[in-house]
């Protein structure tokens, strides 16, 4: 790969090309915005955590524990609202997304930056909405703001706000989306052709692809919703001729392209990973690329499948199941390559490759277990019940949150240009996958056995697993504060990574680290793809670091 | 900006060719419009499930809106699409005073967008005075509440749609005039020609998208009975 070489005569890097609070507030440079992005949905992250943590320790024992039920249910609802709308939307596409996506592209930014950074303000105007919606009392509809109960004189008026915040947070993924669709079409350096992109590149343009055309869905619904809710037009509402089963139809619209918003990014992460520590190039490259376009596509025909029993004719129900089981094959596709990447390849342990081993077994489960509700009678009795909780969480933050883990390990380096403590990311790692498998297997169990979702109280038979699960949940978070700790802890040292620490041959590596303002000294010039580690020009780099795996294991 | 790898002062850093910046914009804008359409949609989709659950109903209310008034404004909208596209035609020729022309076209639009909420108002004002309001400002109890509609007691579902799509519609029509504006503004200081036109034309596909909406929802709201 012919890219100018840095070495002589060092460019500053965009973490010196301004100084001072102003230098970021106005920055149109896309890795700034994204690291900017990244703090906010940590942020997120943490408040959404502590709220589930509260929810965990409430349930430690029938009855109540530490709340009331009234404050036991805006306590969920904090949690699904910050997880969904302020973290795991943004996460992956607009935090690693942004940073990255133009210097895998070879481009110097994205197609708007200016667009960019009001995506950026955006998010956090509706960061704060949600925020003073909490601090005026909260709301306690869970975070799908289910008519008719959420439009009934039963729930504060802070619904408003709350849908409201995320009314204005959709148009900031709008314009997230807009902006990479652009960049990915127009923006790509010369000899980068579609099938010399690298698959998270795929993944986040499928991504945007359902950013613009779910998200203005879920912005009319909310609109609906509010205007529902404080002039009364009785669109949702039954007592007048309305229909509140409309306002599940299309929250679900937007909603389910939404889950596919959250994972896509992250099985894009888990290729790069793959690839890079297995030292080979991915297996299946196409079928790969085109599977997250499918699973965008797809994911437009099943929002029926959370509607089983809110109503809806059983035609649609069986039409809807039936297509359900079509997500499966994309799914599987990745699943199978990314093993056949790794079949005969040269593992490495390091800690991102941990978290992606962790996110193939867990998004198995997670996956496996959407096939047993996306069946009409299996539903019926699991629908509602802790076997739906767990099954979202093994998908979402085993599969989601794994993802953005092993990616935020992955490209810290790039981003900040230091490396961290590899032993306690392992040991963090571990934490994780232990207490996350501890927190939601009890919780498929507890489902299976009747526990119905969202519930204060429960018999006395469950507290032992609901004990179990919380215990987990503990060990969980012990886990992610090991992160955060080790990882600001690096921001302090000098910048040691080197400009290539996993000896990757993809593109984003071949500049220093931390890249220059505009990404690359010279616009490069590709002759390879992001995974040729058996091209000649890749080769010598490869073949040194290989041989010392393969020593080391 | 860093880049100084091109003198053209419209072209940004991040860009390698004017071709290249003008393809990005239209992508950008045309996603734009895709995503509009998608916002518009629940409401074309949930006004057309209703009419087809309470079919006897919005014949009734339907005929409550006045033809001529939308027929008026579709004609307005029509023609100030016209003068849109001019502007745009304009605004990409190197012809001296091009500018000036691209003023007054657009001047002309944002004089007929006038006109379109002006009738907007009369319409509006007419059924707060009747009382065919949306959701709880919808009064049966008006002395001049259409007689027609008494007998159906879901009459507001159906002017909570027409409120609800002719206003997020005559929102747009706002924002429009205001992007138009700021064209205006940008032609006082003769900044568009045929290297630097983008500004012009996106705006130029947003008003088409607008008046488009509108071309569907006349017939939708006023027409089919």
Known sequence: MSVAATASGRVPHYLEAGKGIKSWLVTLDHKRIGVMYLWSVLGAFLLGGLAAILVRTELWSTGQTIMDANAYNRMFTLHGAAMVFLFIIPSVPAALGNILLPIMLGAKDVAFPRLNLASYYIYLVGALFALAAIAFGGVDTGWTFYTPYSTSDKVANTAVMMTFAAFVLGFSSIFTGINFIVTVHKLRAPGITWFRMPLFVWAIYSTAILQVLATPVLAITLLLFMVERTFGIGIFDATIGGDPVLFQHFFWFYSHPAVYIMILPGMGIISELTSTFSRRPIFGYTAVAFSSVALAIFSFLVWGHHMFVSGQSEYASALFSFLTFFVALPSGVKMFNWLGTMYKGSISFASPNLYAMAFMFLFSIGGLTGIFLGALSTDVHLTDSYFVVAHFHYVMMGGTIFAFFGGIHYWWPKTFGVTYNEGLAKIAVALQFIGFNITFFSQFILGTRGMPRRYFNYPPDFEELHRISTIGSYIVFAGFLLTAWYLIASLRKEKNAGDNPWHSVALEWQTSSPPPVENFVETPKIKHGPYDYDHPDAAPLVLASASSNRKAS | ?225
Request: proline residues 4%; neutral net charge; contains cysteine.
């Open chain 2, 1 to 225: 900006m860093s880049g100084s790898h091109h003198d053209n002062p419209y072209l940004a850093h991040h860009f390698d060719t004017p071709r290249q910046q003008l393809e990005a914009n239209k992508l950008g804008i045309w996603l734009f419009l895709g995503q509009e359409i998608m916002f518009f949609s629940a409401l074309f989709v949930g006004l057309m499930i209703f009419r087809s659950w309470y079919p006897q109903m919005y014949h009734t209310a339907a005929h409550e809106l006045s033809v001529p008034q939308g027929a008026f404004n579709t004609i307005v909208l029509i023609c100030s699409s016209l003068t849109m596209a001019l502007a745009v035609r304009w605004a990409q020729m190197d012809v001296p005073n091009n500018n000036r022309t691209v003023f007054w076209l657009c001047l002309a639009t944002f004089a007929l967008a006038g006109v379109f909420l002006v009738v907007k108002y009369f319409e509006y004002s007419h059924k707060i005075h009747v009382g065919t309001l949306p959701g709880k400002f919808f009064d049966p109890s008006n002395p001049e509440f259409p007689a027609a509609l008494k007998q159906f007691d879901n009459a507001k579902l159906f002017f909570g749609f027409y409120f609800c799509l002719t206003g997020l519609h005559g929102i747009h029509v706002l924002a429009g005039m205001g992007v138009i504006g700021w064209i205006m503004v940008r032609a006082r200081r003769n900044e568009f020609n045929s290297k630097n036109f983008a500004a012009v034309e996106c705006v130029g596909l947003y008003w088409h998208l607008v008046d488009l909406v509108w071309i569907f929802l006349f017939p939708l709201l006023y027409l089919v009975g």
